[in-house]
């Protein structure tokens, strides 16, 4: 007579800098899976370590996180492990749980064509949503907010340019060596990049600082 094969366990990785936060979430991550074999992260080089080790079914995730213990957490730091987790994992399934998820939608091709599931949604939802969006990924669906699929598709060098620009601070001239490109074609791609954004001059407003502020209030650069 054979014996009816056990069916593996789930694997849950939880990633949470706050211990508080964490424990909720692999709490209720534990009671909707009784089954499921939860392990907690709480830096992305923990995180890391663990999806290589385990190969998890879900890695459930927020994005304000640090790199290492002790070092500070940072939303930039979150949407970098995302981006690995798409390029390393092409079919793991992915929920973002955060306060914040504008920063994502720099990722929003990547996160079209990953083949797993991924949903987002905000820490303030009420628990029975949020197990929702996460069984949902577990499924292999997809959730986005609606700002995110009506999305701006950015070009990869306006990414850089705004980087370059509002976050290392480089004039013109510094972000055109940079980039390899002439300093004409870096005030083209401001007027690109303004243009999506909805940012024109206004009298007595500086063109550049509303640009820096536009994008970092839609997550395009921290």
Same mark, same amino acid.
């Given at each position: 007579?054979?014996?009816?094969?056990?069916?593996?366990? /789930?694997?849950?990785?939880?990633?949470?800098?706050?211990?508080?936060?964490?424990?909720?979430? +692999?709490?209720?991550? /534990? =009671?909707?899976?009784?089954?499921?074999?939860? =392990?907690?992260?709480?830096?992305?080089?923990?995180?890391?370590?663990?999806?290589?080790?385990?190969?998890?079914?879900?890695?459930?995730?927020?994005?304000?996180?640090?790199?290492?213990?002790?070092?500070? +957490?940072?939303?930039?730091?979150?949407?970098?492990?995302?981006?690995?987790?798409?390029?390393?994992?092409?079919?793991?399934?992915?929920?973002?749980?955060?306060?914040?998820?504008?920063?994502?939608?720099?990722?929003?091709?990547?996160?079209?064509?990953?083949?797993?599931?991924?949903?987002?949604?905000?820490?303030?939802? +009420?628990?029975?949503?949020?197990?929702?969006?996460?069984?949902?990924?577990?499924?292999?669906?997809?959730?986005?907010?609606?700002?995110?699929?009506?999305?701006?598709?950015?070009?990869?060098?306006?990414?850089?340019?705004?980087?370059?620009?509002?976050?290392?601070?480089?004039?013109?001239?510094?972000?055109?060596?940079?980039?390899?490109?002439?300093?004409?074609?870096? /005030?083209?791609?401001?007027?690109?990049?303004?243009?999506?954004?909805?940012?024109?001059?206004?009298?007595?407003?500086?063109?550049?600082? /509303?640009?820096?502020?536009?994008?970092?209030?839609?997550?395009?650069?921290?």
């Amino acid at each position: 007579m054979k014996l009816a094969e056990s069916t593996p366990k /789930q694997r849950i990785i939880a990633i949470d800098d706050h211990t508080m936060i964490l424990n909720g979430v +692999a709490n209720l991550l /534990q =009671q909707k899976y009784a089954e499921a074999e939860v =392990q907690v992260a709480q830096t992305r080089q923990a995180g890391l370590e663990l999806i290589a080790r385990f190969h998890p079914d879900l890695v459930v995730l927020d994005l304000a996180i640090p790199d290492r213990s002790g070092e500070k +957490a940072s939303a930039e730091i979150g949407v970098a492990l995302v981006e690995t987790l798409i390029r390393q994992y092409p079919t793991l399934n992915i929920a973002v749980l955060s306060a914040n998820t504008n920063p994502l939608i720099r990722l929003k091709p990547q996160i079209d064509n990953h083949e797993g599931g991924f949903t987002v949604s905000d820490k303030g939802w +009420a628990s029975e949503e949020i197990v929702k969006k996460v069984n949902m990924a577990l499924e292999g669906g997809r959730y986005l907010p609606k700002d995110m699929k009506l999305g701006l598709e950015f070009k990869s060098e306006w990414l850089e340019l705004l980087r370059l620009a509002f976050q290392e601070g480089l004039t013109d001239k510094m972000i055109a060596k940079r980039m390899s490109v002439s300093e004409k074609t870096v /005030q083209n791609y401001f007027h690109k990049v303004q243009d999506v954004l909805e940012v024109y001059p206004e009298e007595g407003q500086n063109l550049r600082i /509303q640009t820096g502020n536009k994008a970092r209030e839609i997550g395009l650069i921290d």
